[in-house]
């Protein structure tokens, strides 16, 4: 997302639903565990007890107190209510004359509060300030305004459009405190409080105001309420790890830009010279070396803390006006698209035409959607479509001509795809909703049929990833469809396809892949933001596999996400066919880098004609090359000969 989104720290807790996957976000400096309190003391007129890692607390209003003191830190707890559910955590616990003060989360009948409290001697609160809202996308709250002066929330997007009619999409995080155990998790880093109860459920972020306070944590019970705590988590979030760089067996970097111009990368031969460039950001970058580039427009670089690239969120090359010349269109959510015309080599800058308006999707894709030899831009709208676009044949400069293809809905931000579904000849298109079934009278004949299918996850943020692959991931000749389910969370799976033999219906089955941290992963791996992703055979056995990379800072430098500061990982998937797994087969990972990560995409080509598939990421950090040198995998009969 581009804009900032403010999240009010007294967010309303609605109707109870299903509970959301449990655990931290975080990987713990140190998990309760046990029957004794050793580590912690208490404070207040509470009574507090511990049980086989349970701690419960009644008895009176009172407080459990970590002896260590923190100043950027995270908790997480699962927490059940006796009767009223006074309780909540605080951060920062300092020492005040012959009290305590310090940032608290109060859950409070069916609303989350952020306070500034003053604690007695006697483990009262004598006086609680409600903070200010802030956070959203940034580390530090804006200054309040001027006594007097009110300021509307920045940055909250307009509603989603609803369903179509008999439309039943994904289902939407739990709001409000459900039966028996809820999940809370409290960040506090800098000068902003953020809050998640059930990955989002409900949610809560404000104005510490004092980033200098340094102190415990503690959990609290108010008068008059019974609570119990378990999976007591924490960590100190002020330490980030940057781990010993590593690339992975058979690939050889080579960085090519160490500046953040944009978050994708495309390739073609844009100076006819015979040799594969890239194309990133602003620069064409001249193969077979790749060190000499040349601007297509003129570049700025981008803050990597603060700011979002102005256009190249997604880069695609083609031909798109037909003078055999390869041409560059960028696109980005809430920017729409640009396009820019090869000027046969010469060495300029290249004209360049505003040719759509309305993009709401992070995520374009470019295929021939209508037989036509040529491919259109496929994307979700701002106006709440799921739409293809292409030039007009007349004039290069004009807007490019749109075909919406499905009804008007709350189709989500992430997540496009295209293949054939149904294997009826007719490329089909994906999001994170379902699938919309191509008709028999042609791409522009009217809205296709929509197929309901929760490709996508919702949690603290849209569900959802980036370019969704379409394959035969087991072997048994039907098409597959390969995501990660949430870019700004958790989440990579395949939807094994399943087809009634007497009616032809069609469905999927779910196999998880990757999730949070303390799930069961393939080889281990996970890792949050997965937001770019590519599909390509990677090792030459004729089988395509999946590539994804973490977008580092994908809601800038802050902890609006989940795990912002985790490694900048980048892996590819083997896929690997096997008729003792869960549906016939297994997603292998094997690590590319640790220290790049992706972008909005990733781009899998042959770049030097050997016959094997390299990779290039635009990243935050600058514009890799992942050369595959891989020993034993398979080239090309003419790659060979060279």
Not at 397 to 421: C, L, Y
Not at 584 to 595: D, F
Request: with cysteine; proline share 8%; hydrophobic share 35%.
């Amino acid at each position: 997302m581009k804009a900032a989104t403010i999240l009010s720290c007294a967010a309303l807790l609605a109707v109870p639903l299903l509970h959301a996957e449990a655990g931290p976000t975080f990987i713990p400096d140190a998990t309760f565990s046990g029957s004794a309190l050793a580590g912690w003391h208490t404070l207040g007129s509470a009574s507090w007890k511990a049980n086989d890692g349970e701690i419960t607390a009644s008895g009176g209003e009172g407080w459990l107190v970590l002896d260590k003191p923190y100043q950027d830190s995270a908790l997480y707890t699962s927490f059940r209510c006796t009767g009223p559910c006074n309780t909540g955590i605080l951060m920062r616990m300092e020492k005040r004359d012959e009290g305590s003060t310090g940032v608290m989360l109060a859950v409070e009948g069916d609303s989350l509060v952020c306070y500034r409290v003053m604690i007695d001697a006697n483990g009262k609160i004598t006086s609680k300030t409600a903070l200010r809202r802030a956070g959203g996308q940034a580390r530090y709250a804006p200054p309040p305004p001027p006594p007097g002066e009110t300021r509307p929330a920045r940055g909250v997007p307009p509603p989603l459009p609803p369903p179509p009619p008999g439309v039943t999409l994904m289902s939407h995080p739990p709001r409000g405190l459900q039966p028996g155990w809820n999940q809370i998790e409290v960040l506090l880093d800098a000068e902003i409080i953020r809050a998640f109860l059930d990955d989002g459920g409900g949610e809560a972020s404000a104005a510490a105001e004092n980033m200098d306070e340094y102190g415990p944590m503690a959990l609290y019970v108010g008068p008059g309420s019974e609570v119990s705590f378990k999976d007591v988590a924490w960590k100190n979030i002020a330490i980030k790890s940057h781990p010993d760089e590593v690339v992975g067996a058979g690939f050889r970097m080579q960085r090519i830009n160490e500046f953040f111009y944009g978050w994708s990368a495309a390739a073609a031969d844009f100076n006819h010279d015979g040799k594969i460039d890239i194309v990133s950001g602003p620069f064409i970058y001249y193969g077979p070396s790749f060190r000499d580039s040349s601007e297509i427009y003129p570049n700025e670089a981008y803050n990597t803390s603060t700011q979002y690239p102005a256009k190249d969120w997604i880069e695609r090359a083609a031909d798109f006006n037909g003078d055999g010349w390869p041409d560059v269109l960028t696109s980005g959510r809430g920017v729409g698209a640009d396009l820019y015309i090869n000027p046969h080599g010469e060495m300029r800058r290249w004209k360049h035409y505003h040719v759509v308006d309305s993009i709401f999707g992070e995520e374009t894709i470019l295929r021939d959607i209508d037989g036509d030899g040529k491919p259109e831009l496929i994307y979700t709208s701002g106006d709440g479509y799921i739409s293809y676009a292409k030039p007009d044949p007349k004039d290069v400069s004009a807007k490019w001509i749109i075909h919406h293809i499905s009804e008007r809905g709350p189709w989500p931000p992430h997540g496009i795809g295209a293949g054939d579904i149904n294997q009826d000849g007719r490329i089909d298109i994906l999001d994170a909703e379902g699938w919309w079934e191509q008709p028999a009278a042609g791409a522009d004949s009217g809205p296709w049929k929509f197929h309901p299918v929760p490709f996508g996850r919702w949690a603290r943020t849209s569900a959802g990833g980036c370019d969704m692959a379409v394959y035969d991931v087991n072997g048994d000749g039907l098409p597959d469809v390969v995501t990660t389910l949430q870019s700004h969370g958790w989440g990579l799976a395949w939807f094994e396809q399943k087809r009634d033999k007497a009616t032809g219906e069609i469905s999927f089955v779910r196999h998880d892949v990757m999730g949070m941290h303390f799930d069961k992963n393939a080889g281990g791996v996970s890792f949050s933001q997965p937001h770019g992703t590519a599909m390509a055979d990677v090792n030459g056995d004729g089988i395509p596999d999946f590539i994804v990379g973490k977008r580092v800072f994908s809601h800038l430098d802050d902890f609006y996400d989940p795990d912002p500061y985790g490694p900048a990982v980048l892996y590819w998937y083997q896929t690997v066919r096997d008729p003792k797994a869960p549906g016939g087969a297994r997603l292998v990972p094997h690590l590319i880098h640790n220290r790049s990560g992706a972008g909005s995409d990733i781009l899998a080509t042959d770049l030097n004609g050997d016959g094997r598939v390299d990779i290039v990421v635009a990243t935050r950090s600058g514009t890799y090359i992942f050369w595959n040198e891989a020993k034993g995998a398979p080239r090309t009969e003419k790659a060979a000969k060279k």
